[in-house]
């Protein structure tokens, strides 16, 4: 079964300086890789997506996200942070079942300090 | 493009009594889910439809809990009878075959005193 990890459940960086969200995954075959973003009060939003391409994944809102085949890996970086990227991060992997199925990880806490 | 619809935003009621959420997602997607989000358990799936049909229901915790879609611009979440550890967040997700991102709705954060 595909699955993701998110290996940590919070990340602080000071405004300005770069960050990055770690998630790896594993799967079967290629994998359909997401990261969605979550406000206080509000659902999930889709940020980016990797399908097949460019291993370097430009998303909403100035992030980014890294595809490494070897290290099985996307990570989420942004080059310079606000404060109002303070929020919950969910890396999530495509189910291989045929359908749209997602498997997501726990998340991250991303903090941002002034 | 309105996004997904859910209601209520807030729910308040007391254990034993039938709770139902209601979701109706954006046009022409042919893919629903519903979720839960607890600070303990995080998200989990509860149960998804394609076309309108029950294509994996695993996640459902309980026979309490039912989900049905009667067609293809809504579908309920019941809880029957409620209680307190049914208390979370949860939302409802549809999308598209061609898309494959899922569109959240802002979710239904229920109590249960």
């Known amino acids: 079964a595909q699955s993701v990890a998110q290996p940590e459940d919070q990340v602080n960086v000071a405004e300005g300086n770069p960050l990055t969200v770690k998630c790896t995954y594993s799967?079967?075959?290629?994998?359909?890789l997401f990261w969605y973003v979550q406000y206080p009060n509000r659902g999930l939003q889709f940020l980016l997506k990797?399908?097949?391409?460019?291993?370097l994944v430009k998303g909403s809102y100035g992030f980014e996200a890294e595809f490494n085949k070897s290290q099985t890996s996307f990570h989420l970086k942004k080059p310079s942070a606000l404060v109002s990227d303070s929020a919950l991060y969910f890396c999530a992997v495509r189910e291989r079942d045929g359908y749209n199925k997602l498997i997501f990880g726990a998340g991250t806490r991303l903090a941002v300090h002034p | 493009d309105a996004g997904v619809i859910q209601s209520p935003r807030h729910e308040v009621t007391e254990m034993g009594q039938e709770v139902t959420l209601r979701c109706k997602p954006i046009s022409g997607h042919d893919y629903l889910f519903w979720y839960r989000q607890t600070m303990m358990r995080g998200l989990e799936l509860l149960i998804y439809?394609?076309?309108?049909?029950?294509?994996?229901d695993s996640g459902m915790p309980e026979d309490r809990f039912s989900a049905k879609m009667p067609n293809a611009s809504f579908s309920t979440l019941k809880i029957q009878p409620s209680e307190p550890r049914d208390s979370a967040v949860y939302f409802c997700?549809?999308?598209?075959?061609?898309?494959?991102?899922?569109?959240f709705g802002d979710g239904t954060r229920l109590s249960i005193l």
């Open positions: 997700a549809s999308s598209d075959h061609f898309e494959q991102l899922q569109h």
């Open positions: 990797y399908i097949t391409g460019d291993n």
């Open positions: 799967v079967s075959g290629n994998p359909y």
């Open positions: 439809f394609n076309n309108n049909v029950p294509i994996d």
